[in-house]
C-alpha cells in the first residue's frame, strides 16, 4: 500500500489494495495490538514525527533496570526530574513509526 503515495505513482485503488487495507484495521483492531491498562501502573508514551507524519504508541510495561543504571538513578535521585536512558537502536516502537515500509 506504500506504494500509493510515492511520487510519479498513479493512485489505483483496486481490490489488492482494498483487501489489504481491510487486513491492516483487522489486525489494528484485534488482540494483542489492542489491550486494557493494568491497574494504576504509569503510561509512557513513545512518540516520533517529522515533516510528513505523526506516531504516537501509549504503553505501561518496561523492562527492568540493571546495575549500573540502578547506580545512577540512585545518584540523580536528588534531583527533580526523571531521566530516562533509551537507545536508538532499542526504541523500536518510535523506529516502526517512522519507517513506511
Known amino acids: 500500500m ?3 503515495t510515492q511520487k510519479g ?10 483487501a489489504a487495507f481491510q487486513l491492516i484495521k483487522q489486525k489494528l483492531g484485534s488482540a494483542p495490538i489492542l489491550a486494557l491498562p493494568k491497574g494504576s501502573e504509569d503510561f509512557m508514551v513513545y ?4 515533516h510528513e507524519a505523526l506516531g504516537a504508541v501509549l504503553m505501561q510495561r518496561e523492562k527492568e533496570l540493571n546495575m549500573r543504571q540502578h547506580r545512577w538513578l540512585e545518584l540523580l535521585s536528588d534531583y527533580d526530574g526523571e531521566i530516562r536512558y533509551h537507545p ?3 526504541n523500536l516502537v518510535v523506529d516502526a513509526l517512522s519507517r513506511k515500509e
Open 88 to 90: 536508538g537502536k532499542a
Open 2 to 4: 506504500t506504494k500509493l
Open 9 to 18: 505513482v498513479k493512485f489505483d485503488w483496486g481490490e489488492k489494495e482494498k
Open 47 to 50: 512518540c516520533n514525527a517529522s
